[in-house]
Structure formats: structure tokens, C-alpha cells
């Protein structure tokens, strides 16, 4: 693994949705954010364990491009 992976979440902007990733019980969990603070949990991308935080941000642009957008048109890390 080439970085650790972080117990905190890390915040992206996933076209216009704001997500996040956290290692947590040795698997990462991708969460859809409200913005009242409340997290969803999304089950149905599998982010795989032996994956680098650093590969985070590619890894949903790929996941989720057919939502980019003119004002949407990439995948930013918020953290």
C-alpha cells in the first residue's frame, strides 16, 4: 500500500453529490452526504480493500462519470 488509510473520512465532490470514503473494519465504506450532516450509506459501489487512498478520486470519477456535467465535469477531493 503506498499510503495509509486514514480512520477520518475523506470528502469529495462526486459531480455535484458530496461523498465520502472511510477504512473502516479493513474494507472502505462509501457514504452520500447530506447537507443536514446526515451520511447514507451506498452499497452498491464496492471500493476494494487493497485499494490507496490516493486511487480514491479516480477510482468514483470512473464509478460515477455518466453524472458529469457542464457544471459537474470531474471528481474533486474536498479534504
Do not use: C, T
Not at 477520518?8 to 472502505?28: C, E, I, L, R, T
Not at 464509478?63 to 477531493?77: I, L
Amino acid at each position: 500500500m503506498a499510503d495509509s488509510k486514514p480512520g477520518k473520512p475523506v470528502h469529495f465532490n462526486v459531480f455535484g453529490s458530496v461523498m465520502s470514503v472511510q477504512w473502516k473494519d479493513n474494507q472502505w465504506l462509501l457514504f452520500k452526504e447530506s447537507a443536514a450532516g446526515i451520511r447514507i450509506r451506498v452499497h452498491d459501489i464496492a471500493i476494494p480493500a487493497d485499494m490507496a487512498q490516493s486511487e480514491l478520486l479516480k477510482y468514483l470519477d470512473d464509478m460515477y462519470h455518466e453524472y458529469a456535467s457542464p457544471d459537474f465535469p470531474m471528481v474533486v477531493m474536498l479534504d
